[in-house]
T-cell receptor, first 116, second 112 residues
Framework: DTGVSQDPRHKITKRGQNVTFRCDPI?????LYWYRQTLGQGPEFLTY????????KSRLLSDRFSAERPKGSFSTLEIQRTEQGDSAMYLC??????????????FGSGTRLTVV | AQSVTQLGSHVSVSEGALVLLRCNYS??????LFWYVQYPNQGLQLLLK??????LVKGINGFEAEFKKSETSFHLTKPSAHMSDAAEYFC??????????FGQGTELSVKP
């Protein structure tokens, strides 16, 4: 148990379908981050929230991607009209302080998306 | 802009041998640096972090890393490798906005 729950763990979808992932921190964390990790690469930043406010989005986050954190607790990441290039592991991370200095960042186990 | 370079995408050592995984960073401000480990199909687990206190940082599972400003390095070491250390290791720097910037990772193999 990492303290961050991600659902589903695996998702296989057909190209063109919409998918939604959920990230659920067990306890309160001010900041919540989404990362994407493709095979053989390090995670790449997608977006982050300070409480319910989305403060930054990477240029990797095309207009087919949308993320929400409606009550400042759990978060969802939706991909519309999926493409094969979206196949990756999507990781959620949380921290209680701005740069993870005191508490570090806690990662969930990720959602592995396969677009066929 | 901050960046991280991990030298060597794959490192292989024998069980009981020294583990050395290399990480160099680029940062215009004093960096916060992290090492994470990732097992297959899992998320990332924090091994250790440098936050401008002691330059030699001790982490979990016998790992440690030394921050060397003059060399812009933050190499990860462990005196004696164990089979359970086989995994992917990522070095990361935290930018002042709080997001992590990762290196490409080093896969560690441990031979019996």
């Amino acid at each position: 148990d990492t303290g961050v729950s991600q659902d589903p763990r695996h998702k296989i979808t057909k190209r063109g379908q919409n998918v939604t992932f959920r990230c659920d921190p067990i306890s309160e964390h001010n900041r919540l981050y989404w990362y994407r990790q493709t095979l053989g690469q390090g995670p790449e930043f997608l977006t982050y929230f300070q409480n319910e406010a989305q403060l930054e989005k990477s240029r990797l986050l095309s207009d087919r991607f949308s993320a929400e954190r409606p009550k400042g607790s759990f978060s969802t990441l939706e991909i519309q009209r999926t493409e094969q290039g979206d196949s990756a592991m999507y990781l959620c991370a949380v921290t209680r302080d701005r740069e993870g200095v005191r508490y570090g960042y806690t990662f969930g186990s990720g959602t592995r998306l396969t677009v066929v | 802009a901050q960046s991280v370079t991990q030298l060597g995408s794959h490192v292989s050592v024998s069980e009981g041998a020294l583990v050395l995984l290399r990480c160099n960073y680029s940062s215009s401000v004093p960096p916060y640096l992290f090492w994470y480990v990732q097992y297959p199909n899992q998320g990332l687990q924090l091994l250790l972090k440098y936050t401008s206190a002691a330059t030699l940082v001790k982490g979990i599972n016998g790992f440690e890393a030394e921050f060397k400003k003059s060399e812009t390095s933050f190499h990860l070491t462990k005196p004696s490798a164990h089979m359970s250390d086989a995994a992917e290791y990522f070095c990361a720097v935290s930018d002042r906005g709080g997001k992590l910037i990762f290196g490409q990772g080093t896969e560690l193999s441990v031979k019996p």
